[in-house]
């Protein structure tokens, strides 16, 4: 063999190797032993899901919930957020649990990575024989958990819900807005609630806001108005000068900021002290909580928020107050990082229920697959056959104050 | 293009800031610190804490510009605490060591501010005013414009010290052999300290500068600036005030163009690393730095 055809089999090797499946894409990761259906292969829909099926993690006295969440790493949530997820069933199992079975939680540090993500699955499975799991990371990091608990046929809510769920993950729900759909939301409130007719939008640069921000600077176009700034940064990175110059030089008078919170204040409070104030706006699942108000108190006055979620101030979260506080009420309750663990637990209580004493892993999913349910402080669930992101409403959130309050009530059109 | 040039400069500015004072460990103790960034920001956080929240026991709330003064005399302090306690314990070891060492102080640093002040984001409102000038189509804000101006204000100040003073030359005197400098009667006890404390200073300053201009300072975010006016440093000669100027000034530079321009996560840090190995492998002792010096 000639030196030339060696080199060329060898670049063909590298970049085969390259090409090929990420470790993301790898069906079987982490010792699976199920079977995946692949391309082409009969995807089980509800109907042929037959019987309760297995019921790891209960018994006639308990159910055992698992949680994945990033507590520690690159993007950690806040620590007191557990506190919402266990005021939630302590309520629960104060008033007799479900079906008579209290409810047990186990929680696990992702450290914001999706390979710890999925050991930690792995465990909560193996050794915690937990029944189904709630996955709360950054979107690529839960998309690659979300698959992996596909793989071992658990059910699991995702609180994000990707653009792109593929159709035969059929064992993971989505309980917020997809990213799509609120792109396209994202575009007509700008331009039918806010009037702008120059809008912005700067992104984190990961694949997963591809299509919501597609959606929004499609819908933008389509409604007439311009979208002046456009541009991913590094979530990673601190000097937003450049951006925050270009933006004021825009003229836009919306900037979504389509990332996560640190980045979202810094880069405000940069364009702040540059004398740029336009309206921030805030997706669904980002910065929508009052900590930011902490870091950008002067850049972030009136900024708008897409929320699954209530704010505290409405009356309607008065039931999560009064149970986050705990018996004394003097616990500081303005935390809206809780209001999420309660929510959370709502739908999967609700899901629980409705699939029935007889309780086994086939029908939860079948009772999440069926799901339409008002939770108290959440956007309207509304799974059906062929739909698992199921809160395409969102309400709109306003900054007073130092804090959100409620600007719009759940919708899921803004028209002219 | 020449807007990202200008805030590069100014950021790069207030990483040279901790920069001169890495290079004045090194010629006092031939340590290199990676503590810097992390010993400046825990007076800062401190400074923040008081003008929010009040000093414990007073009550009184520190007014803005006291929290430029407070990071500078706590890293002061900070300085020579750890220089005392610990970095004066290993100027006889192999300077590996020493590395180790700050390292630890690094992490204890950062691990201290994240339990003391949480792990969000602290807002960091500026110290020196909320002005801003125009420049070359640009806006630079009251820090960065003040960073630049302290930095040259520092720069020519060491450089007047250890060239024109009897301390100073006794620190060079350290510098070039610890033990005939001691014969001779240096206090070489002192200049330990001294470069400890005034490198403490430097960092109080450049966490004070930094925060606001990037609008906001996390823990260990000190520590990444740190490690990219070491990179700095090592760029424009260990042993070199102006160098390590030069070197801080082309990293600042460089993140700012290819961070404006290439959105990839890490793409500003993957063209300093390059921009070090090149030096280390074409000139390792950096572009203004004596022989011998790397």
Redesign the interface.
Known sequence: MSRRSTIALLLAAVLGTACGPRFDDDAGGLGSATTVPGPGATVPTPSTIAGPGPAPGVTDTEIKIGYLLPLTGAA?I?SRFDKGVNAYWDYVNERGGIDGRQVKVVIEDTESQAEVGKDKAKKLIESDKVFAVVVLDRLENQEAIGRYLNDRQIPNLAIQAPANLPADQIWSFGVTIDHAVQGRLAAQYFVHELDATKVAIVYE?TPTLDPGREAFEAEADALGADVVYS?????????????A?ALSQSGAEVVWLYMA??PA??????AD???FHPVWFANSISWAFN?VF????E?LVGARAFSPWLPLADARAETFLEAFRGPGGAEAADDDLGIVGWGIGQILAEAIANAGPELGQNSLRDALQHLQFEPDIWAPIAFDDGVRQGANQVAVLKEEDGHWVLEHDFAGEFPE | MI??II??LS?GAAYAIVAVGVVLIFKGTKALSVAQGEIGAFGFFLGLRWADRGVPGLGWHVPRFATLLIAIVIGALVGAVLERTVMRRLVTRPPLDALIATLGIALFLALLEKEMF??????AP?PVG?W?IELLG??L?AP?VIAIVSVLIVAAAVWLFLNRTKFGLAVLATTGDPVVARVLGVPVNRVYRFTWVAAGALSGLAAALLG?????L?PF?MT?FSLRALAGAVIGGLDSVWGAIVGCLAIGVL??VV??SV??????ELAVLALVLATLLLRPRGLLGAEGAA
């Open positions: 950690p806040p640069n541009k991913a940064i590094d979530g990673q990175g601190n000097d937003f000068s450049s951006e110059l919170p640190t204040a810094k880069l405000a409070n940069q002290a540059a004398g900590l902490a870091v950008g108190p850049s | 807007a990202r805030t590069g950021a949480g792990t969000a984001t602290q807002f500026s909320e801003k640009t806006s804000t960065r606001p201009a990037f609008g906001g996390t975010d990444r993140e700012g961070g404006g959105s990839t996560a890490g793409a500003p």
